[in-house]
């Protein structure tokens, strides 16, 4: 195996595959380049490539750098099996060596597992996989989030706890936090004065409600969430209600933290560095809140990029065409006369 100097190097040091991508684009190298040359040692650092661009791959070249020049176990996360399946394949096809553990825990191939454990492969997983209550893969040195921007929802699902409508645990929640809701509120979670299920306005208790009832929401959660994932949840949030947002609708209550609490959670807060793939980072530090990190180091869109794009993705919608036209006009046929 080639100890290659840097993440670029790599690059032409990996298998010659038929089908692997050559060379790299210009907006690829000079992203490499920024990474290694002023962030290969920054704890949190997002690179921001638009979605086309060819980010898997730059994130692929920094995990394998990392796994083969530090000697690094490394995780390439996704937000779903899909896309997981989707970066395994593209990695593969670049002759770097990866180790897919998706599904079911007991479903995964052990030699899968030894290898990544044992620094040979890149494990591609999901992001479910690290953010819960007890992650299969805790020992990550190099963490690197694909899609960032959308990871919000799944790094907070790991503290989240929904309680649908039917349950009783959602009038027993309503009760406790009945002196400090609005009575016409109540009114409407009780189905009385036409309230339902259907009723889909959401309603952010506030904090100062949450904080006074606190003990109480315990004794309520605890007392119904006896067995399933929502009682490993629980366990991640116990004690810290008060930190947490509640929302409440006719359908459902959801308790999330307002920040993912990740600085306690080993498998992630443990890796030596965290690297956030994203096609638009934002300007409110929306990825520090999404990970429940304090700082993360940027590297923008090149200049490069921003000025050729790499073209622009096309919608075809034919079930709203106008069928009195052209009847038996075919997407393809559609798509040929707008190109022409």
């Not at 990392?66 to 937000?79: D, K, M, S």
């Not at 009575?183 to 009385?192: D, N, V, Y």
């Not at 030596?272 to 096609?279: E, G, K």
């Not at 000025?307 to 038996?328: K, M, Y």
Request: charged residues 25%; neutral net charge; aromatic residues 8%.
């Amino acid at each position: 195996m080639v100890d290659s100097a840097n993440p670029e190097a790599l690059f032409g040091d990996l298998p010659k595959l038929p089908q692997r991508v050559a060379p790299l684009w210009g907006h690829q190298t000079d992203q490499l380049r920024t990474y290694f040359d002023k962030h290969k040692e920054t704890a949190d650092v997002a690179l921001e490539l638009p979605t086309g661009s060819g980010k898997t791959l730059v994130g692929m070249l920094i995990a394998e750098w990392r796994r083969r020049h530090l000697r690094q176990r490394t995780v390439y996360a996704c937000p779903t099996v899909q896309l997981a399946k989707q970066a395994a394949e593209k990695a593969e096809n670049q002759g770097i060596r990866v180790s897919l553990l998706i599904g079911g825990v007991k479903e995964w191939d052990s030699r899968l597992l030894h290898s990544y454990e044992a620094g040979d492969s890149i494990a591609v997983t999901t992001y479910s996989t690290i953010f819960n209550s007890n992650p299969k893969i805790s020992d990550a040195q190099t963490l690197v989030f694909d899609d960032a921007h959308a990871a919000e929802n799944y790094v907070a699902g790991a503290w989240s706890i929904t309680v649908d409508r039917e349950e009783s645990l959602f009038d027993g929640i309503v009760e406790v936090l009945r002196p400090s809701l609005e009575k016409h509120l109540i009114a409407r979670l009780s189905g009385s004065h036409g309230g339902s299920k259907g009723d889909t306005d959401v309603h952010l208790v506030p904090p100062s409600a949450v904080l006074r009832h606190e003990a109480e929401l315990e004794t309520a959660f605890r007392g119904a969430l006896t067995e399933g994932p929502r009682k490993y949840a629980l366990s991640m949030v116990s004690g810290q209600l008060a930190a947490c947002c509640l929302y409440i609708s006719g359908r459902s209550i959801l308790i999330r933290p307002m920040v993912p609490p990740t600085l306690d959670h080993g498998a992630f807060s443990g890796a030596v560095q965290r690297i956030y793939l994203s096609a638009t980072l934002g300007g409110s530090a929306e990825i520090e809140r999404s990970f429940g990190r304090a700082k993360i180091a940027r590297i923008p869109v090149p200049d490069e990029w921003n000025r050729s794009g790499g073209g622009r993705r096309f919608f075809v919608f034919p079930e709203l065409a106008d069928r009195t036209g052209e009847p038996g006009l075919s997407v393809g046929e559609l798509v040929n006369r707008i190109m022409a």
